[in-house]
């Protein structure tokens, strides 16, 4: 591998080594490789600052703002910005904190979200998170934060009671609805763009146990999807269901449609009960109905492996404020039209629906369900020729939505943010970003420009 010297920068006649205390990660190093590694890939970064203290996010963020370096914030790594080359990555991994203070959880910048849930499974307690251990606190509380108890409690983003933040300028905030109130406004949904979050703070609910329940679905989709439609607008909060239709990924993972509900307790007659109308569809069946624990239906997704990246994806994801039959016959048809496509479908609705639109900055609070699909963009499956055309078919259905959900968006096209948020969302968050990010400094992420 050929080497590229690092230039030893001085910011005010100080090394960056001397400005953190945790570990500087240059090309040539011997851990390169695994400091700039992240989920789906190996990164090109300048070099990588694994941040042991806020002090040291401090020295890291002096450093790139006088060297001119964007800054990439890595909290679990499952973003698509570490593709991005050059830079200075701030691996967040070293602030690995939980600490349980009655119904508040207080959680280190770069936690995941399978460490939290086991940390407060051992408490009986839970916050609304996504479905997948390895992913970062950060990112996914920063975007908003859909998962299994979006419709009990909302996103992770609404269990945000506060933050500890460090601005592009070095200090070091605490934010929350009485302090700062313009910034804690801006991280419930509108990304990394305001400093790095070195402590979370969530209220936690009371939690001992979930019911996940798993149904296969055969035959024709659109029926079956019209009556859990029906069946989600007056099912209690406690239930969220997903829908899943996947082409078969490996021999252990077959082709085929499915349901899968959460039910937010441990009553299991409740959610068989919520879950009765769905059952008694043609072409539903159950293979899966067991209280667990919530750690335990996360999914853990490994790594991609650096020689084998993951494949693109043509398609995209909408926040649908009503799951129409005509969206519904769309969604099935661009599946059934596309051999390796995948389409994903979540109830929302309940608490999530309940927050008031202006007070955080996430899109989309009438949206009933959220959708994705895209064909995986395998050479062979998808040809070039057909690869617009299959883009066109997904443009017309995100038409059908209300926004695009930047969590799920594994682009970094910066053209894409504007149909994150209304253009009210976007000038406010514009202008806090003036206030606080003038630079740009963290300009890693689904970009909100400085106004
Ligand atoms: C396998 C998989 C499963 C997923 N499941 C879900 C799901 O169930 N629900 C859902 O809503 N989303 C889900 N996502 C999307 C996920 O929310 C986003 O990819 C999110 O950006 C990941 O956060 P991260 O911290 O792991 O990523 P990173 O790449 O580390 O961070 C992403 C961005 O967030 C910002 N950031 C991260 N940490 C901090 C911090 N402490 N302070 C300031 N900025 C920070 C930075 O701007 C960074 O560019 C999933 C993604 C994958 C790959």
């Given at each position: ?105 207080h ?6 979200w ?20 390895s ?25 945000l ?34 400093g ?17 329940a ?10 079956v ?6 069946t ?10 997903t ?20 039910w ?13 109308p ?59 039209a596309n051999?390796?496509?995948?389409l ?20 989309a ?13 395998v ?7 057909n690869?617009p ?8 259905i ?36 003036r ?11 689904h ?5």
């Amino acid at each position: 591998m050929s080497v590229a010297p690092v230039t030893v920068a001085r910011v005010t006649d100080l090394s960056l080594s001397e400005l953190v205390t945790g570990t500087v990660v240059a090309p040539g190093d011997d851990d390169w490789d695994s400091a700039r590694r992240f989920h789906s890939g190996i990164g090109e970064p300048t070099m990588v600052v694994r941040a042991s203290s806020v002090d040291d996010v401090r020295g890291a963020l002096r450093y790139a703002a006088a060297e001119r370096l964007d800054v990439m914030v890595r909290g679990g790594g499952h973003s698509a910005w570490g593709a991005v080359p050059g830079g200075l990555t701030l691996d967040l991994g070293a602030l690995d904190d939980i600490r349980i203070d009655g119904d508040v959880v207080h959680v280190g910048g770069g936690v995941t979200w399978g460490a939290v849930a086991h940390e407060l499974s051992q408490h009986g307690l839970g916050v609304s998170s996504g479905d997948t251990a390895s992913v970062g606190v950060g990112g996914l509380t920063l975007g908003g934060g859909i998962g299994w108890m979006v419709r009990a409690w909302g996103l992770a983003a609404d269990q945000l009671v506060g933050a500890q933040l460090v601005t592009a300028r070095g200090d070091v905030l605490e934010v929350s609805d009485d302090s700062h109130a313009d910034l804690m406004w801006a991280l419930r949904g509108g990304g990394g763009n305001f400093g790095v979050v070195t402590r979370f703070d969530f209220r936690a609910h009371e939690l001992r146990a979930v019911v996940f329940a798993t149904l296969a679905v055969t035959g024709d989709a659109r029926p079956v999807l019209a009556a859990v439609r029906d069946t989600l607008r007056d099912a209690p909060r406690e239930l969220t269901v997903t829908y899943m239709d996947v082409p078969a990924m490996d021999p252990n993972a077959p082709a085929g449609a499915s349901i899968t509900a959460c039910w937010i307790g441990d009553d299991e007659d409740a959610a068989r009960a919520a879950l009765a109308p769905l059952l008694a569809l043609e072409g539903v069946t159950e293979t899966e109905l067991a209280v667990r624990s919530y750690p335990d239906i996360l999914m853990e997704m490994p790594a991609a492996d650096p020689d084998q990246p993951m494949p693109g994806f043509v398609g995209g994801n909408t926040l649908l404020r009503e799951l129409s039959d005509d969206a519904i016959a769309r969604l099935v048809g661009f599946r059934e039209a596309n051999a390796a496509s995948v389409l994903f479908l979540r109830s929302l609705g309940g608490a999530f629906g309940e927050v008031a639109q202006e007070s955080t900055a996430f899109p989309a609070r009438n949206a009933t369900w959220f959708a994705m699909a895209g064909a995986f963009d395998v050479p062979g499956l998808v040809h070039d020729g057909n690869r617009p055309l299959i883009q066109a078919e997904w443009d017309a259905i995100e038409g059908l939505g209300e926004a695009l959900y930047g969590n799920f968006t594994p682009s970094t096209d910066p053209g894409l943010v504007s149909r994150m948020y209304t253009p009210e969302t976007m000038a406010r968050l514009a202008a806090i970003k003036r206030e606080w990010d003038p630079q740009n400094l963290f300009c890693r992420n689904h970009n909100v420009v400085p106004a």
